[in-house]
């Protein structure tokens, strides 16, 4: 037999899959949910060690099925409390996972694909390319890597109180595997986390954050990081495609979806000169007010602030604190919600928009080959 590939992982089956691959071994439903704990609640990944599930049933899991999180290739700790996992997915492909806590509650910043196609001119990850997507195994075990880490214990012990899907990668391009892992964070035989404590951050993919809103029910977050089209094109490229108006729509139609009262979080990294001046902090008030009128409520719009964040070969800096909280109280003279995002962890490169994993690029990849080939030269793997 050839390795594993022909066992499931049970990683990549949330509650209904689970229910279907135990009724398909001819087992009831609460076989399943007896797994699951085991996996979720106490870490246990040997069927051997499942003391309640039936001898006969727990060989035939083996037979057929495997629980196998991603491998830990290092981990680090920040002397703020942060910690970074760089956990490898497949050979050359690896990913970073990151847990912040902070006062009582404790949040992880989970990578979603190997890399990112999109291009963010000030993001890290950019450089790297896009190699794939995750699988819901490689998402989820990102959360139960953390959560056995921290000795979490859903419903005694709440130590991982939060995910957020701002780690690597675009997670509304890898729909189905990131809408099957939140729910596995949610469901109280999975991690039981709240539904507005999970949080999916986008650069704005329009189409998707409607089917988002029909599939799913967790907190949105939108990646701005510009008041206008000229600035935001520049910046995000992909605002080329989904302008600002036609994400503000769709943002709209996603709170009217849910409970009233919450809100649409936009992300705006504050860059030394690019899109830190008073004009566009008024700028980007009137937009948050147009949106809050729109969507019917005040407080609709939350904006959080990031200060800018350095990577080696980046051509951006770091607004300085000072132009950060005159940006922030133009904000909140207007009536915008407007908070400041601390950072965290970046004395071990955990901050947002440093995280690199390892990417094996395969479009930049193929290319370098084209070109080494096209100089006569003889091609070699990156
Ligand atoms: N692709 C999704 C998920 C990644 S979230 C998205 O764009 O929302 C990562 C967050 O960190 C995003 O808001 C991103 O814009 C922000 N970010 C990226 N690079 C950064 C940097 N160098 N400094 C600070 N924030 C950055």
Same mark, same amino acid.
């Given at each position: 037999m050839t390795g594993n590939a022909s066992l499931v992982n049970l990683f990549d089956l949330d509650r209904t899959a689970m229910e279907a691959f135990f009724a398909e071994l001819g087992e009831k439903r609460f076989r399943a949910h007896q797994v699951m704990k085991w996996i979720y609640h106490r870490h246990v990944t040997d069927f051997g060690q499942m003391t309640d599930v039936g001898k006969a049933l727990r060989a035939r899991l083996e037979e057929r099925a495997e629980i196998r999180p991603p491998g830990v290739l290092y981990d680090k700790a920040s002397a703020d409390g942060t910690h970074k996992w760089l956990l490898g997915m497949d050979a050359g492909n690896a990913v970073e996972t990151v847990f912040i806590p902070d006062r009582g509650r404790g949040t992880l910043c989970v990578s979603s694909q190997v890399g990112c196609g999109l291009n963010c001119q000030f993001c890290s990850t950019a450089t790297q390319g896009f190699n794939r997507n995750l699988s819901t195994a490689e998402i989820i075990g990102q959360v139960w890597i953390a959560a056995r880490h921290l000795g979490n214990r859903p419903?005694?012990?709440?130590?991982?109180?939060n995910v957020v899907m /701002?780690? /690597?990668?675009?997670?509304l391009l890898n729909f189905d595997a990131v809408v099957r892992a939140m729910s596995l964070m949610r469901d109280d035989l999975g991690f039981g986390l709240a539904n507005k404590r999970v949080t999916l951050s986008t650069s704005g993919l329009v189409p998707m954050i409607d089917r988002l809103a029909e599939e799913s029910d967790v907190a949105l977050a939108v990646s701005?990081? $510009?008041?206008n089209d000229a600035l935001r094109t520049e910046l995000i490229p992909l605002n080329r495609k989904y302008p600002i108006a036609e994400l503000m729509d769709a943002c709209v139609r996603y709170l009217a979806r849910k409970r009233r009262g919450e809100a649409v979080t936009f992300e705006y990294t504050l860059m030394k000169g690019v899109n830190d001046a008073p004009e566009h902090a008024r700028e980007l008030a009137a937009l948050m007010r147009a949106f809050c009128n729109k969507a019917q409520y005040a407080d609709a719009a939350k904006v959080n602030l990031i200060p800018f964040n350095p990577f080696p070969g980046t051509r951006f800096e770091r607004s300085d604190e000072a132009t950060v909280r005159a940006f922030q109280k133009i904000l909140l003279d207007a009536g915008v919600l407007t908070t400041v995002r601390r950072t965290r962890g970046d004395d071990i490169d $955990? $901050?947002?928009?440093?995280l690199k994993g390892q990417v094996m690029d395969r479009t930049r990849r193929q290319a370098s080959f084209r070109r080494q080939l096209e100089k006569g030269e003889r091609p070699h793997a990156a």
């Open positions: 419903h005694i012990e709440r130590r991982l109180t /701002m780690g /690597m990668g675009e997670p701005l990081h $510009a008041p $955990a $901050a947002c928009g440093q």
